[in-house]
């Protein structure tokens, strides 16, 4: 994965949030102030979650933007926010890992299957969820390729 779509400021570790709602919001900030996406975007984000959980099962959540959002998107890019507590994102669903996503034309689709490949191990995420440093997440999704 190119080190332009993940970078170790993109990366917040054992954070916070009370709701998946926060937990979306940091997810999206990460990319609005790392110049990936507009504003708007993070309204997409939301948008998106109303439609359809971003929860994907194994403690991974990937919030991303509707359709209307792709013209919000500078470039391609990742966030992870690590949440050792977890968050509910509905039906008890707990989420520890959220990986926002903004994908240009159509990169979103070799992203989400790089972190697919990764996240399907239940040993990686939980790696992931306690791992106390930024280059264990580098190293992961750098692998994969």
Same mark, same amino acid.
Do not use: W
């Given at each position: 994965?190119?080190?332009?779509?993940?970078?170790?400021?993109?990366?917040?570790?054992?954070?916070?949030?009370?709701?998946?709602?926060?937990?979306? %919001?940091?997810?999206?900030?990460?990319?609005?102030?790392?110049?990936?996406?507009?504003?708007?975007?993070?309204?997409?984000?939301?948008? %998106?979650?109303?439609?359809?959980?971003?929860?994907?099962?194994?403690?991974?959540?990937?919030?991303?933007?509707?359709?209307?959002?792709?013209?919000?998107?500078?470039?391609?890019?990742?966030?992870?926010?690590?949440? %050792?507590?977890?968050?509910?994102?509905?039906?008890?669903?707990?989420?520890? $890992?959220?990986?926002?996503?903004?994908?240009?034309?159509?990169?979103? $689709?070799?992203?989400?299957?790089?972190?697919?490949?990764?996240?399907?191990?239940?040993?990686?995420?939980?790696?992931?969820?306690?791992?106390?440093?930024?280059?264990?997440?580098?190293?992961?999704?750098?692998?994969?390729?």
């Amino acid at each position: 994965m190119a080190n332009d779509i993940l970078s170790k400021e993109n990366i917040v570790l054992n954070e916070k949030a009370a709701t998946k709602e926060d937990a979306i %919001r940091l997810a999206g900030e990460i990319l609005v102030n790392k110049g990936y996406v507009e504003e708007s975007y993070v309204d997409q984000m939301f948008e %998106r979650e109303k439609i359809t959980t971003t929860y994907m099962g194994n403690y991974v959540a990937i919030p991303h933007g509707t359709e209307d959002a792709k013209k919000a998107v500078n470039h391609s890019g990742l966030s992870i926010v690590q949440l %050792r507590e977890g968050v509910d994102f509905g039906d008890g669903n707990i989420a520890k $890992l959220i990986i926002g996503i903004a994908g240009k034309d159509n990169e979103h $689709l070799e992203i989400l299957s790089q972190i697919a490949i990764v996240c399907s191990e239940e040993e990686n995420v939980e790696k992931l969820i306690q791992a106390e440093d930024k280059e264990t997440f580098i190293s992961m999704f750098n692998e994969v390729n």
